[in-house]
Structures are given as C-alpha cells and as structure tokens.
C-alpha cells in the first residue's frame, strides 16, 4: 500500500525553529508533486503549497509566502516543512499529501499523510 | 483572495440522500474535488475532476457542476458517512489552490 509517512508530534516554544518530514515511496517520489496543508484546532483545511521534488520547483501560497520553507531531498524520497521562528498562532496539524498537477496549472491531493501535529506554546 | 464558500452544516437521516454544495466564481472554468475528512484520519479524496470517483470510493458519492456551483451528493447515506466535506478547486490562473470552509455532515 502506497503510504506517506509523516514525522510525529512536535512541540516547540515561540522562536524556536522546527522542520517536519514527508517521507514517500521511492519509485514516485521524483515524479509527483508533494504539498502540505493546514489545519489549525477547529478550522478549515488551507493549502500551504506544494514542491516537485524531481526539479525543487517549489510554489507556495500567497498566505504562507516567507512564513515556512518547503524543500526536499530525493536521495531520500522526503519532503520537508520549515519554520525559522514559530508562532503560537502555528499550532496546527499539518498534512503532507501527492499532489496531482492537472493540465500543468492547479492541483488536487490524491493520497495523504496522516498529519504532524505541532503545538507551539510557551 | 478567492474564496469557495460551503454552508457549515448539514444534517441527513440514514438512508436519505445528502447534497453538499460548493460555490466560486472560478468554478466555470477550474475542476473541482471533493474531500471526506474524519477527525483523527488523512483527509480522503472522493471526487476529482467534478464527477469522477477514485477507485475504492462507493458509488453513493458522486459530484455535478452547473455554473459557480458544485455538489457532492451522498445517496442513501450511512452512519459511517458522518465527517467534514471539503471541496478544493483552484483560482482562475490555476495558480493557486483554495479549499472550501468544510461542511460538517451529521448523520441523524
């Protein structure tokens, strides 16, 4: 079965820094777009943005544009999610998902993560 | 910013059948999907490209689209249904996604 393996719980004061993982099956890795999206305690579902590890061709949200960084390493088929200086307004659960580019714009996920939760607090 | 918009709640007896809607202004010319997500699992994807059904996904789920609006529908529904629908499109560019607020689906 085809998985996304998502790193576990995290939890970090404001300022700290913190990267999660994404780790996807090999054979595909290099040839799909991985995306990550939140979801903050009782909230909607908000597209982070999305990375193609082949090329790092890497495209984010206006929303989260200079907030996190998403990058990945295809040696070892892992995407990533980056914070420099957490906020508490951060604490959410984040998913990673494949991401299906349809006619070369957009993107819809077709199989996800089962989520990293990181709760910031001081 | 584009917005879908999504009432937040439904409510349907078991067996009935279950209409969510989504509406966007771009949703004449982007695709829509839909998105069952149940609290402590990945979010599933039941609808793509409007109507289609990835495999797995029962035949009860199916989607339509008229105008700026889309519409998961739900026959026959069963306790097991109950969890938040999103629908998930893209702007007009194809530049950015956006998901719907979600609507919370109860099964009476």
């Known amino acids: 079965e085809v998985q996304l393996v998502q790193s576990g719980a995290e939890e970090r004061k404001p300022g700290e820094s913190l990267k999660i993982s994404c780790k996807g099956p090999?054979?595909?890795?290099?040839?799909?777009?991985i995306g990550w999206v939140r979801q903050r305690p009782g909230r909607g579902l908000e597209w982070m943005g999305v990375?193609?590890?082949?090329?790092?061709?890497?495209r984010y949200s206006p929303s989260f544009q200079g907030q996190v960084t998403i990058s990945a390493d295809k040696s070892i088929s892992t995407a990533y999610l980056q914070w420099s200086s957490l906020k508490t307004s951060d604490t959410a659960i984040y998913y990673c998902?494949?991401?299906?580019?349809?006619?070369?714009?957009?993107?819809?996920?077709?199989?996800w993560g089962r989520g990293t939760l990181v709760n910031v607090s001081s | 910013s584009y917005e879908l918009t999504q009432a937040p709640s439904e409510s349907v007896s078991p067996g009935q059948t279950a209409r969510i809607t989504c509406s966007g202004d771009a949703l004449p010319k982007q695709f829509a999907y839909w998105y069952q997500h149940k609290p402590g699992q990945a979010p599933v994807l039941v609808i793509y490209?409007?109507?289609e059904r990835p495999s797995g996904i029962p035949e009860r789920f199916s989607g339509s689209s008229s105008g700026t609006t889309v519409t998961l529908s739900i026959s026959g529904v069963q306790a097991e249904d109950e969890a938040d629908y999103y629908c998930?499109?893209?702007?007009?560019?194809?530049?950015?996604?956006?998901f719907g607020g979600g609507t919370k689906l109860t099964v009476l």
């Open positions: 490209k409007d109507r």
């Open positions: 990375i193609y590890p082949g090329d790092s061709d890497t």
């Open positions: 998930q499109s893209a702007d007009s560019s194809g530049d950015y996604v956006v």
């Open positions: 090999p054979y595909s890795f290099t040839s799909s777009w």
């Open positions: 998902a494949r991401s299906i580019s349809v006619g070369g714009v957009a993107w819809y996920f077709d199989l």
